[in-house]
């Protein structure tokens, strides 16, 4: 039988280096030809967090563009809005009836989350904490085998395998167990301001992130003024050069190098951050150029969506509908 990979990306900014290197080029270069794929922009997830409708709604559209922008090939695999696949949302109160709040509320990602909003005084969605089980439904509801993410994402995959197997021992045989799959190299690509933070999409502080649509300008600007150690010497190491070491992953990544052998060809900080600003435009000019093309006309996009979303609702009701037996409730 043919591997079932699903991965998902949330419109909640633009989309950033960290993006294209932790999941999506992958997803592109290796996932869709070596499997039965499924790419989401999942747009569910954006509303766990303050949000502004229209916002969304644009980012949701510019994800989808850019995904195929990079790549992924309608062709060859699944591209689509998760929030047009009803079994996603039907699927996670399965899931939340199988979950604890104990194992929600460990999770980092709403840890942290939760313990940034309410510092600013605001209010935390109930939906935050329950996020995890929906991206477990996400996963589950296709029995899918690897499931490509950056580092950040482990717990939740780690999550949606605990459900899968507790789902299976009480209610019968219905879920695959997926695993993650992490790039070799930049599965955590760090914010260029602040190394021991990961470049994410959604930081107040926009000056240590590059975009996929940032100008050639732009993103040289951004990697030249990157935040360093003060010593001279380029050596890989996460620890004692974090900013070095994420300079050097990132070149890695773009060039198809290794960081430790590209730390001993560079004597000084300056080069490195030069070669590895003319890398990183490079690599992006393609995705901005199709980019362009692909929103100049956004007929093509909505269309390709629609038929993601048909075929998506196909392969997800059949594992859903046996869930929603499995567990009592009575056929519909
Ligand atoms: P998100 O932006 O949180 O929707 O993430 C979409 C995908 O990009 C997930 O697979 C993340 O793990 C990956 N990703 C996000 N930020 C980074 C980063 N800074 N480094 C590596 N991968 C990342
Ligand atoms: N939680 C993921 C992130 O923040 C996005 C996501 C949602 C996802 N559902 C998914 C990733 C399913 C992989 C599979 O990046």
């Known amino acids: ?32 030809h070596q499997s039965d794929a499924l790419f989401s922009v999942v747009d569910l997830h954006a509303l766990t967090v303050d949000h502004d409708p229209g916002r969304v709604r644009r980012l949701s559209r510019q994800a989808a563009t850019l995904m195929l922008a990079a790549g992924l090939d309608p062709e060859r695999c699944t591209v689509f809005v998760q929030s047009h696949v009803a079994e996603h949302a039907r699927l996670s109160y399965l899931l939340e009836c199988t979950a604890t709040d104990g194992e929600l509320r460990r999770m980092i990602q709403y840890k942290e989350k939760g313990a940034r909003a309410r510092a600013a005084g605001e209010s935390v969605r109930l939906s935050l904490l329950t996020y995890p089980v929906l ?11 690897e499931v ?23 209610y019968g045989h219905t879920f695959t167990v997926p695993r993650a799959t992490h790039p070799s190299v930049a599965a955590r690509v760090m914010d260029l301001q602040d190394p021991l933070s990961k470049m994410g999409k959604s930081h107040a502080s926009t000056a240590g992130i590059v975009y996929l649509l940032d100008d050639a300008d732009t993103v040289h600007k951004k990697i030249m003024r990157a935040v360093t150690d003060s010593g001279r010497e380029v050596t890989y190491d996460r620890e004692q050069s974090p900013g070095i070491a994420n300079l050097l992953e990132i070149l890695a990544a ?14 000084s900080y300056g080069s490195l951050k030069r070669d590895a600003a003319d890398a990183v435009v490079e690599l992006l000019r393609p995705v901005r150029e199709r980019h362009a093309e692909l929103a100049a006309d956004g007929g093509h996009v909505d269309e390709v969506l629609k038929r993601g979303a048909e075929r998506a609702r196909g392969m997800a009701r059949p594992r859903v509908d046996a869930a929603h037996v499995a567990m009592g409730l009575l056929p519909g």
């Open 1 to 32: 039988m043919t591997k079932r990979i699903f991965s998902g990306i949330k419109p909640t900014g633009h989309m950033t280096l960290g993006n294209y290197l932790g999941a999506l080029r992958r997803w592109v270069e290796v996932d869709q």
């Open 135 to 145: 991206m477990a439904a996400d996963i589950l509801a296709y029995g899918t085998d």
């Open 148 to 170: 490509p993410v950056g580092e950040d994402q482990t717990q939740h995959v780690e999550l949606s395998r605990d459900l899968a197997v507790r789902f299976n021992q009480r």
């Open 254 to 267: 773009c060039s198809e190098g290794n960081p430790k052998d590209l730390a001993g060809v560079y004597e």
